[in-house]
């Protein structure tokens, strides 16, 4: 059945804001999660990971959250540009397989 | 930049043909994967392949779905005898250490129509 899931399907943001989009898991033998963007078009792209032994990991203007007492995954854009638009997936590995979630939708507004 | 090659691009094909998506991972990876992405859903895990045999597979991946790693480079997804629900985007990945390690780099997909 379903294990990963985002709270929401789309988010529309003003350009130059932060965004901030979260997944919901179910599985708690997972030890590591993934963030993908996908653009139109193109395959998903590898944006940020996190194992499970970690709360927090930043890369270049983006941060993801994970908190394992509730199941959440989030990930956190600063300073949302136009080319940010896009689908973001959260994955988990699990028996040395990625599972996706369902993806949410970003809007940029400029 | 090294990627993931897909060909190609979309194939449009009837119920009942058989289908041959074709993918040239990064040259210095050794585990590769097929998913699928059915239009506005999210990306399902079908097949990951490993030193010559499939390592993994999902109920999706049945009888009709084969793969294969004909040469030192192609990584191919036959269907025998497409469905009008097989109809998705089919995504190859490859990565150096499998899973286990972390990043999967993604093709840029080959779309399948059945009519």
């Known amino acids: 059945g379903e294990s990963v899931g985002l709270h929401l399907p789309t988010l529309s943001v003003q350009e130059g804001d932060n965004s901030i989009i979260n997944c919901a898991y179910s599985?708690?033998?997972?030890?590591?999660f993934i963030w993908y963007k996908q653009e139109s078009g193109k395959g998903p792209q590898f944006i940020i990971d996190i194992r499970s032994n970690m709360d927090k990991r930043q890369g270049q203007r983006v941060t993801v959250l994970l908190n394992k007492t509730v199941k959440h995954l989030s990930l956190q854009i600063a300073a949302t540009q136009p080319g940010d638009s896009a689908v973001y997936f959260c994955?988990?590995?699990?028996?040395?397989?990625?599972?996706f979630g369902a993806g949410t939708t970003v809007t940029v507004r400029a | 930049e090294p990627e993931v090659t897909q060909t190609p691009s979309h194939q449009v094909t009837q119920m009942g043909q058989e289908v041959i998506l074709r993918c040239v991972p990064i040259?210095?990876?050794?585990?590769f994967y097929w998913y699928r992405q059915i239009l506005g859903q999210k990306v399902e895990f079908l097949v990951s392949f490993y030193n010559n045999e499939i390592s993994e597979k999902s109920e999706i991946f049945d009888d009709q779905f084969s793969v294969e790693r004909p040469d030192g480079s192609n990584f191919t997804l036959k269907i025998r005898s497409t469905k009008l629900e097989d109809s998705a985007m089919y995504f190859c990945a490859s990565s150096q250490a499998g899973v286990v390690a972390g990043e999967l780099f993604f093709g840029e997909g080959s779309r399948l129509t059945v009519l």
């Open positions: 040259s210095n990876h050794l585990y």
């Open positions: 994955a988990e590995r699990r028996d040395y397989k990625l599972s």
């Open positions: 599985n708690s033998a997972s030890d590591y």
